[in-house]
């Protein structure tokens, strides 16, 4: 018997089970794909948290800091998990580092898979111009500009007027048929800090639904009565440049109204999809895929469970959610592997 | 007055297709000259797109001024205003919430079209006391028509 957890993925949810095991006096094997830790909001470099503003590292800071210090957690950076044999209590894992090729077996106890999500690639849907015209961004993008403090256009000039496109890749049957969840919320935020950061800037959001649930609903409030960002209502058939400037064609369904409008900048709201991560992890421990590409707890309302013994789930993996919601599922991931512990190591 | 009437019937009487078209788009200017060619009468009629070329927000910042205007800027187009409203159920050309958003985006050509219908608000105040975001609607009619009235509807297109 071995008292060590296996956890996959290193980003907010991953992070966060391994330190509440490694806390709970568990040993953890962390293995992260990339050479990173901290998952998307580190890798896109976030300036801030939704609702909040909170600045990502008073978030993501302290998980990452334990994981490297921290003699109970043992980080492998850059590898993935080849093979995994055995049942509950007492699996036999094989983790291959991708640069040097050399492989590890250890033996764990139990498994948390928390591979997180990819954004969608927005080039796969013509109609926003993106990767064709200069200034068309995606929201990941935007948050390293305002990270820096400094957001222009391809020219290095500050935008004037910004359109930000809701539901680019999400709640589309070309594309993706799910509702991110977090990029309305998400959005708004960035539209606040675009006016913090430039002043006289003109910005629109052009969305169908704005979903900013339970207490995000206030940055929606704020953005409208404090920031004058103002909001139309309607879908982007097309985004063309014009040589100088984006022509952004849709309508406002308020009024019924088709508009053609010039922006100085366009930012897509690009939506959660699973990535090649989730999909290479599922393989090599046997879990099921939905039909989107997550992975599909054995039932739908309890998240940890993969359906497979001594195997738990945790975080955008399963479905696309907020950072708060990842953090804990995370720990809920962890306690049922601290569960497993308890069952079968000696005590 | 009859005469006035007669223009308003003939006006695009050339246009193919009349009724495709809003009054507030034709164009028709009583001399036009180009190239020293006299163009004036039919060739000199235009027909203006209907689609929304420009946001322009200037009327709408005039109308936050004004003192029962302030809280315009809170709307976010519920509907919960023109739901109670007992003119907008008599008359769909009156419509508050419609109003404020052509307002707030300076859709000049429906402003035209819609905007003497603000004066047949009543006053009741049904809507204020409806609204979830306490935009104070009954005080923004009562901005509407005097931003209307001093001509500041005219701003860009
Ligand atoms: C632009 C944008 C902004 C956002 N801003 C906010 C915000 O302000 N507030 C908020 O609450 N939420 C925000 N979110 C949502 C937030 O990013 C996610 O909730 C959160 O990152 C999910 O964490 P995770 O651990 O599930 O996945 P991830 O962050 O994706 O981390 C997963 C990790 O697993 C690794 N991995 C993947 N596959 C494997 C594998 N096979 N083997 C080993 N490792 C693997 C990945 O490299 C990654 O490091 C935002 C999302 C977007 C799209
Ligand atoms: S105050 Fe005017 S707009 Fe408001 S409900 Fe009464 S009539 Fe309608
Ligand atoms: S009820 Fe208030 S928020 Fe809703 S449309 Fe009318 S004025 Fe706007």
Known sequence: MTGTVLVVGGGPAGLRAA?????????VLLVE???????????????????????????????????ESSPMVEVHKGSVVEGCEG???????????????????????????????????????????????????????????????????????????????????????????WCCTVCCGVSIKQAIEMKQTLGDVQVYMIYMDIRTVGLWEKLYWDSMEKYGINYIRGRVGEVYYTGEKLLVKGEDTLVRGPFEVLFDMVVLAVGIEPGPGTKQAAGVLGLKLNEYGFIAPRQPNVHVDSGRDGIFLAGTCIAPMSIEETLSEGSAAAMQAAKVLKKTVAV | MAAEERKKEEKGRF??????????????????????????????????????????????????????????????????CTAVCPVAHANPMFNPRYLIHIVRMGYQAEIEKVKDYVYLCSGCGLCSAACPKDVDPQGVMIALSIAFKSGRAKGGR
């Open chain 1, 33 to 67: 794909k990339r050479d990173q830790l901290g998952g998307a909001p580190v890798r896109w470099k976030y300036r801030s948290l939704a609702p909040d503003f909170t600045p990502t590292e008073e978030v993501m800071g302290p998980l990452i800091g334990f994981c």
């Open chain 2, 15 to 80: 246009i193919a297709e009349r009724r495709y078209v809003d009054d507030q788009r034709i164009v028709e200017p009583e001399k036009l000259e180009a190239g020293g060619v006299d163009m004036s009468g039919r060739w000199g009629t235009l027909v203006l797109p209907r689609t929304i070329e420009e946001f322009d927000h200037s009327l709408f910042e005039g109308v936050k001024r004004l003192p029962r205007g302030g809280k315009v800027g809170k709307c976010w187009q519920c509907g919960n």
């Open chain 1, 19 to 27: 330190v509440d095991l490694a806390d709970f006096g568990a040993r």
């Open chain 1, 87 to 177: 049942s509950v209590g007492d699996f036999t894992v094989k983790v291959r580092n991708e640069a040097d090729g050399t492989t590890t077996e250890h033996r764990v106890s139990s498994v948390i898979v928390a591979t997180g999500f990819e954004h969608f690639d927005a080039s796969v849907d013509p109609r926003y111009a993106y990767g064709r015209a200069p200034n068309v961004i995606g929201i990941n993008e935007l948050e390293a500009m305002l990270k820096e403090g400094r957001v222009v256009g391809h020219d290095g000039r500050p935008p004037k007027r910004v359109a930000f496109i809701f539901c680019v890749g999400s709640r589309d049957r070309s594309t993706n048929p």
